[in-house]
């Protein structure tokens, strides 16, 4: 079945230093979602990506959506202690309507002050 | 709005018995979902609802049964309670349009012992 991988599973960083977590899905996919987990809380819905290449920024946060559109990125510059939690990348099921999501298992972020 | 509240926050079962976790958003969405968490696992996607009275099993659903009888709520029931159904369940919903956006309950976390 289709799956959506994210790498790293774990990344610690020094408050100030830069983060990227990767997103590579075994199908091409329509668009991607990226969500954010805070520790103890629920997934909370940050963007998503549709087109080809398609780069978007939220401040600090830079998200790219590959050309095959199989694989995405979340950049975070300049980390800082409010970015700590999960970060989930999440794609249309195969055959299902767009809002249907398979989930990645997440980037666990923790920036050390 | 509310949003998305889910009850109870936190139950302990024993294995056999049977519950429900209470859904209900406020903001007229037709998509409805519920989705299960595991520790260091992403979202597992147990039932759905694209409209009141329609509902469709996702990748996880042996052990739940699930109703639409209002778009508001979206209950879901755990029939003789095992311990591989110990975790976190969020519910969410949605509306189909860019961006796809789920909203996410605050979960509950739940306990068989």
């Known amino acids: 079945g289709q799956q959506v991988m994210q790498i790293p599973q774990y990344q610690h960083v020094q408050e100030g230093e830069d983060f990227t977590t990767y997103c590579n899905s075994s199908t091409t996919l329509s668009n991607i979602q990226w969500y954010k987990q805070r520790p103890g809380g629920h997934p909370v819905f940050l963007i998503q990506l549709v087109k080809s290449g398609e780069v978007k920024k939220q401040k600090r946060l830079t998200f790219q959506f590959g050309e095959a559109k199989k694989n995405s990125s979340l950049h975070i510059t300049a980390t800082q202690t409010t970015d700590v939690g999960t970060y989930f990348c999440?794609?249309?099921?195969?055959?299902?309507?767009?809002?249907?999501?398979?989930f990645g298992k997440g980037t666990k972020l923790s920036v050390i002050p | 709005n509310a949003g998305v509240t889910q009850t109870p926050k936190f139950r302990i079962l024993k294995i056999g018995q049977s519950m429900t976790l209470q859904c209900t958003q406020d903001?007229?969405?037709?998509?409805m979902y519920w989705y299960r968490q595991d520790p260091g696992m992403g979202l597992k996607l147990i039932y759905y609802?694209?409209?009141?009275?329609?509902?469709d099993k996702g990748e996880v659903p042996n052990g739940y049964n699930v109703s639409r009888s209002t778009t508001e709520d979206f209950p879901l029931r755990l029939e003789l309670a095992a311990p591989s159904q110990t975790s976190v369940y969020f519910c969410?919903?949605?509306?189909?349009?860019?961006?796809?956006?789920?909203?996410f309950g605050p979960g509950t976390r739940l306990t068989v012992l």
């Open positions: 609802s694209v409209g009141a009275g329609i509902t």
């Open positions: 969410a919903s949605g509306k189909q349009g860019l961006p796809d956006t789920q909203y």
């Open positions: 903001m007229n969405h037709n998509y």
């Open positions: 999440a794609g249309p099921m195969s055959g299902a309507g767009s809002y249907q999501l398979t």
